[in-house]
């Protein structure tokens, strides 16, 4: 059975990918039903990457945002050039990966706050999707989004880490919530638990690639680690973590696959 596959979170233009890209894509290829794949820039000098990307392939959904990793090396002009990028690639396209993070060292909450809040009205005014990044930091994210306005067709937390009595209200937002293999970790089991029981009318799927790898058990595509040696997710291996989460929510495959699929093209058109 042909089940259609919809990544709803990855960086295929990140620099880890690069030296595999073109066998990348041929394992994309071969997946056969991958429908789309939200790719996310996350910085003013991948957002062209992004756009190329989006140009090539028709299943490449593309989403521009300043992530706050990178809030403080943002020129004077990003603003311009967040606009720009999103004219280009059209109506469909997201604002993404923004959001707020207190685990990076030396963070200013403030900064990432206002750069955050005026990606999200941007997004709001023009009614696009938004992709957020939280980290050791949801009552300040909660605040942000209780009292900020909001797109109409909602926003996705992506691989979602936040306690389960957020749920309720950030989906009342109009919150999506997407699963990551390394929720399959056995130390995540409280992340599990929340997927257990997230509306399956906002449940989402992502790899997070090249970042966030599953257990080898989840992972029938590998590559090559970096010099360094930290791991490099392979974005095929989205196929795995839809099994996995059709298990985990105790649902035939085939029937998370049509929810999720509603789900994405709600969010993103």
Known sequence: MSLPLYDAHNHLQDDWLRPHRPAVLADLARLETLRGAVVNGTEESDWPAVTRLAHDFAWVRPSFGLHPWYVKSRTPAWQEHLQH??????????????????????????????????QLRLATEQNRPVTIHGLQAWGALEEVLRVEPVPARGFLIHAYGGPAEMVGPLAKRGAYFSFNGA??????????????????????????????????????????????????????????????????????????AAQVEANFLRLFG
């Open 85 to 118: 990028a999103l004219a280009t690639a059209g109506p469909l396209a997201g604002v993404g990966e923004i959001g707020l993070d207190r685990w990076i060292p030396d963070h200013d909450l403030d900064d990432q706050r206002d750069v955050f809040v005026w």
């Open 183 to 256: 929720h399959l970790e056995p130390r995540r089991a409280a992340r599990r638990e929340v997927f257990r029981r997230i509306p399956l009318e906002r449940l989402l799927v992502e790899t997070d690639a090249p970042a966030m790898s599953s257990p080898p058990e989840f992972s029938p595509f590998n590559l090559p680690p970096t010099p360094d040696g930290k791991p490099v997710n392979h974005p095929a291996n989205i196929a795995a973590t839809y099994a996995a989460l059709a298990e985990l929510r105790g649902l035939p495959l085939e029937t998370l």
